[in-house]
């Protein structure tokens, strides 16, 4: 009796946990004028995908849609490599001040991203004349703090019998980092571009910051703004929209996902 208890609190949850996904699967096929009054007719009346095709023809979401693409990848990219060679410097290299510098990276890794705006606003946007620009939205989130304390730690425990065996077959540090050490941290560098898309692909403060035209919007920025004028008369427009903007999460989590569970897994064992 009592496990039938708990399975029945348990399907109660999950069903409570997953209805905001089916809300945003089912709603954009819902047609024209759907509100959130309409809540019986969820499962009911016809279903249509005009919905997409007047988010194409009433907006620029396909705009904002590449501006996003182009964002994420560019920042994943250079973000994880960035992070997996500066992990490489700090824990297989020896220079003054090396421990100094790790702890002020360490510690600045605790600090709001809020509480620096303003001085990035300064540096980005007015030193370096990148204010409205795609770059500008790029720059700041080159230097990934977390992805590069969790590589770090994974170096760190890497035998050094692996660089050492490289350097007798004459290699250099970079050589090393690229031959050896990267392929060794596929997984947990993979893990850690995952998360650097995602907090691309969601970011929204800095590019409202520092983006200012209509075209060059990414999508957190440019949803709200085009939300404002549907929701109260018609709900399955920006969901359409909402269902499209998350997808590419989705499927980018789907892809790695084994690599995600494996080093979740590790850490766990660890």
């Known amino acids: 009796m009592k496990k039938k208890i708990w399975i029945s609190i348990g399907v109660i949850l999950a069903l409570l946990w ?9 709603v954009p096929f819902k047609p024209r004028g759907f509100s959130a009054s309409s809540l019986d007719k969820l499962f009911t009346g016809g279903f249509t995908i005009n919905n997409f095709q007047r988010l194409i023809a009433e907006s620029q979401f396909i705009l904002w849609f590449l501006n996003s693409v182009v964002i994420a990848v560019i920042q994943t990219v250079l973000a994880t490599s960035f992070a997996s060679f500066v992990a490489y410097v700090f824990s297989q290299m020896k220079f ?14 605790m600090v709001p991203g809020e509480a620096i705006l303003i001085p990035l606003f300064k540096i980005v946007a007015i030193d370096m004349n990148l204010s409205n620009s795609i770059i500008g939205v ?26 050492e065996s490289a350097q007798i077959d004459g290699a250099g540090n970079f050589k090393i980092w690229y031959k050896v050490y990267l392929p060794m941290s596929f997984g947990i560098t993979m893990t850690m571009g995952v998360l650097n898309f995602i907090g ?23 949803l709200p703004q085009f939300q404002t004028a549907y929701t109260a008369i018609d709900l399955a427009l ?12 989705i499927i980018f989590f789907l892809i790695f996902q084994k690599q ?5 897994m590790d850490g766990g064992i660890k």
């Not at 691309?200 to 440019?222: C, G």
């Open 238 to 249: 920006p969901m359409a929209a909402n269902l499209l903007a998350t997808l590419p999460i």
């Open 18 to 26: 997953i209805f905001p996904i089916i809300w945003l699967i089912v």
């Open 260 to 264: 995600i569970m494996e080093i979740q």
């Open 200 to 222: 691309s692909w969601n970011s929204y403060t800095w590019p409202l910051l520092i983006i200012n035209s209509p075209e060059k919007y990414t999508l957190p920025i440019a």
């Open 96 to 109: 003054p001040g090396k421990k100094f510098l790790y702890a002020l990276l360490f510690i600045s890794f």
């Open 138 to 163: 790029i720059i700041p989130a080159i230097t990934n703090i977390f992805s590069f304390v969790i590589i770090k730690s994974f170096y760190d425990s890497i035998p050094k019998a692996y660089k």
